[in-house]
């Protein structure tokens, strides 16, 4: 079911008190997100827009998935440019693990 991850998510990033419930989760959420609309697309063979082509008709279900893909991919980038997700992401000990993990020997 496509829309059950984004449900969980919500619900995930809405707790209180949780270490899911922080702005350090914020970027592998979008990460996930991102995966299943790219998984979903090639499950249900779903056409990508043709840039070559203005007057292509999509699916409605393509048509939503570009869209859910567009917005997510430019919040994902200003996620770069805000000071606070990067100090999140430097003070997360998961993440300082994830990153010795796989550049240290």
């Known amino acids: 079911m496509l829309l059950k991850p984004f449900k969980i998510l919500t619900k995930m990033g809405q707790e209180k008190n949780t270490p899911l419930g ?6 592998w959420g979008f990460d996930m997100l991102l995966e299943v609309l790219e998984k979903t697309r090639e499950k249900y063979k779903i056409e990508k827009r043709d840039p070559n082509n203005e007057n292509q008709k999509l699916s409605h279900l393509a048509t939503c998935i570009d869209h859910a893909h567009r917005l997510f991919s430019k919040y994902y980038e200003l996620t770069d440019d805000t000071e606070a997700y990067i100090v999140a992401m430097v003070l997360d000990p998961r993440q300082k693990y994830k990153y010795f993990f796989d550049h240290w020997q």
């Open 22 to 27: 922080s702005i350090g989760s914020v970027l």
